[in-house]
């Protein structure tokens, strides 16, 4: 059985929440992409990372992948998201 956990689903959108709270307060821009209603985009997500069981948010570059929501936050936290987002 696959499951996600109502806890779970309510910490992934506290962390693209959060990451759209950051990257809007420093005016950067961004797509967003729901891989609830987009089964192609969910798997070109998983397919880009290597990992067929990945889930979100994970962060892209065009289709270089950043990162998952803790390399996101590290570098929010290390002041150095602009070399992390590659801009």
Do not use: C, W
Not at 26 to 43: C, H, L, P, R, T
Not at 67 to 87: H, Y
């Amino acid at each position: 059985m696959f499951n996600l956990d109502r806890r779970d689903i309510g910490a992934m959108k506290k962390n693209q929440q959060r990451i759209e709270m950051i990257l809007d307060s420093k005016k950067i821009a961004y797509e967003k992409i729901d891989i609830a209603s987009n089964e192609e985009g969910k798997n070109k997500m998983r397919e880009l990372i290597g990992d067929e069981h990945a889930l979100p948010p994970q962060l892209f570059n065009d289709d270089t992948y950043l990162g998952d929501f803790a390399a996101f936050d590290n570098a929010v936290e290390g002041e150095s998201l602009e070399a992390f987002l590659k801009i």
